[in-house]
């Protein structure tokens, strides 16, 4: 990419160099609210307490939770072919997932802020022979850097919604430049495809949704035989990664459906379990009994929510519900992937700010796989009719367990792309990529 580097992405580039030591405080906020683990800070600024493993690297950066479920069995794929990964992640929800469930030939650290001595020592450390970005994570410090290096650069699984398209497109040059920085960009749907390449991305391949391959850790059958047989006969349904004023929502919806089934069980998981004090207060506040998970409650006749306040176990919470609320589609955060809960043999109801997972959505609405629910004051009517409706509920089950099925494949397909490409990014390191 010969082209100047264009003047906004300079100012960015100063801006947060000069911003560093916002980032530590940025990082204590974080620390404060447990969204950050202060034990390991120094990854934040690109050091770390491990070394550099010998042979080919290869770095792949994951925002959450979500993008490292759907990255675990590449990473496990590249590992068995002799390359050592180093994941990277946002957040400590991510970082827990990739500690239970990474291979051997992986590690986890949590990813630099996007300052140039910090993304430069995190570049120093582990010398990665490619770089992978997994979906829409578009950090220009990162793929500057990345780029003057001569690093072969890929984007996997690659999202692009349309307001992120706008607002790219609002930045011509900055994009074409920095979206020319990937060697290649991997898509989800023909739609990321035209925008990626629209934006800039230099050669575009659409070989599917990982997500679709990622196989969810099965839920402890223990726990799940326990739990059931706590619950008993009791109808039951679940708000799953719910979000601030999603809590209020789902909760006047389920005293609508108290005055019709009075003794329904409503399974409340927040999508930050830190916030669980707070939401304890709300249901507190609104006359409601409640046990909590953390405290290794378990629900009794007289208890009305379960607050389902861990880390790591939304299969078991999917698995004791029929019936599941996806949260984040509500409050304006873009939903989440409702892969795990069709995997899990839950029927999915969600409200309509879905972005980022747009696509997967699409398909599931279009198969009557899962019910769109526009105004939150229906919500406890579309939950009682799959609470009432048996038929209904397991038709529309089995319809998104076969759109599921038939999603499959990227994987196979992702890895057929990146087969040449790692071979010879490792290939000067004198190891290269067993076939």
Same mark, same amino acid.
Request: glycine share 8%; with cysteine; aromatic share 6%.
């Given at each position: ?86 994941? *990277?992640? &946002?957040? =400590?929800?991510? /970082?827990?997932?990739? @500690? ?5 030939? %992986? +590690? ?113 059958? *223990?726990? &799940?035989? =326990?739990?059931? /047989?706590?619950?008993? @006969? ?5 708000? %799953? +990664? ?194």
């Amino acid at each position: 990419m010969a082209e100047a580097r264009p003047l906004l992405v300079t100012l960015y580039l100063a801006v947060s160099r000069l911003a560093a030591p916002l980032y530590r405080l940025v990082h204590l906020v974080r620390c404060r609210a447990g969204k950050d683990d202060p034990a390991r800070g120094n990854e934040k600024w690109g050091r770390s307490a491990i070394d550099r493993p010998a042979g080919p690297v290869i770095w792949i950066h994951a925002a959450s939770v979500g993008e490292t479920n759907s990255v675990l069995p590449l990473i496990e794929a590249l590992s068995y072919r002799g390359v050592f990964v180093v994941l *990277t992640t &946002v957040t =400590r929800t991510s /970082a827990e997932l990739a @500690a239970a469930r990474l291979p051997d030939r %992986a +590690l986890h650290q949590f990813v630099p802020f996007d300052s140039p001595g910090f993304v430069r020592a995190f570049l120093d450390h582990w010398r990665p022979d490619m770089a992978m970005t997994v979906e829409s994570e578009i950090w220009p410090g990162v793929f500057v850097a990345i780029h003057e290096r001569q690093i072969p650069f890929i984007l996997i699984n690659g999202r692009m919604s349309d307001r992120s398209f706008k607002g790219w497109s609002r930045l011509r040059a900055a994009a074409a430049y920095l979206f020319g920085c990937l060697d290649i960009a991997l898509a989800q749907t023909p739609a990321d495809a035209e925008r990626l390449k629209t934006l800039g991305c230099r050669d575009v391949i659409c070989p599917g949704n990982l997500k679709f391959d990622a196989r969810p850790k099965e839920a402890d059958h *223990t726990q &799940v035989d =326990r739990l059931r /047989a706590a619950i008993g @006969a009791r109808p039951v349904w679940l708000a %799953a +990664l719910t979000h601030p004023g999603e809590e209020e929502i789902v909760l006047r919806a389920h005293r609508t459906l108290l005055d019709r089934l009075p003794d329904c069980l409503l399974i409340l998981v927040p999508r930050h379990p830190v916030r669980a004090d707070a939401i304890e207060e709300t249901i507190e506040a609104q006359g409601y009994s409640l046990a909590r998970r953390s405290r290794k409650e378990l629900p009794e006749a007289e208890t009305q929510v379960y607050l389902g306040d861990t880390l790591g176990e939304m299969a078991l919470f999917y698995r004791l519900a029929p019936i599941a609320f996806l949260g984040g589609s509500y409050a304006d955060v873009g939903g989440h992937n409702p892969l795990e809960a069709a995997s899990f043999g839950a029927a999915i109801l969600s409200g309509p700010n879905v972005a980022n997972a747009h696509a997967i959505y699409k398909s599931l609405w279009a198969g009557e796989a899962a019910k769109r629910v526009d105004d939150p004051a229906m919500l406890a009517e579309a939950v009682l009719a799959l609470q009432t409706g048996d038929e209904e509920r397991e038709r529309q089950v089995a319809q998104a367990a076969e759109i599921v099925e038939s999603g499959r494949g990227a994987l196979k397909q992702t890895l057929e792309y990146l087969e040449p490409l790692v071979a010879r990014a490792v290939r000067p390191s004198g190891d290269g990529v067993a076939g």
